[in-house]
């Protein structure tokens, strides 16, 4: 059973950073594409950034694009999303989802983590 726990969120304010985890489990991060995304209080979910099981990164968001990074630690089977010059529209509930190498869609979602920035 494949498990997803992300953390790192939090209450940080305008232009700070924060670092969020995905932790993976029930198999190895290179078996599987995990993608960040976030969902704003009364807007839909939306995709941040994704990065493949062989480790490339497949796709940012234009919004975050040269502010935030996504990256994975085989050895601890974890992806991160480094999230740096934080602005209040980057407040929402941040998720971390993966998909197996043969399959289109995420099927298995962490918890979500919140992050706030505020002005």
């Not at 940080?12 to 594409?33: A, E, H, I, K």
């Not at 995304?37 to 941040?48: M, P, Y």
């Not at 089977?77 to 989802?97: F, G, H, I, R, W």
């Amino acid at each position: 059973q494949v498990q997803l726990v992300e953390s790192g969120g939090g209450l940080v304010q305008t232009g700070g950073s924060l670092r969020l985890s995905c932790v993976l489990s029930g198999g190895t991060v290179n078996q599987f594409g995990v993608g960040w995304f976030r969902q704003a209080l009364g807007k839909e979910r939306e995709l941040v950034a994704t990065i493949n099981w062989s480790g490339i990164i497949t796709s940012t968001a234009n919004s975050v694009k040269g502010r935030f990074a996504i990256s994975r630690d085989n050895a601890k089977n974890t992806v991160y999303l480094q999230m740096n010059s934080l602005k209040p529209e980057d407040t929402a509930v941040y998720y971390c989802a993966a998909k197996g190498r043969s399959t289109t869609s995420y099927d298995h979602w962490g918890q979500g983590t919140q992050v706030t920035v505020s002005s």
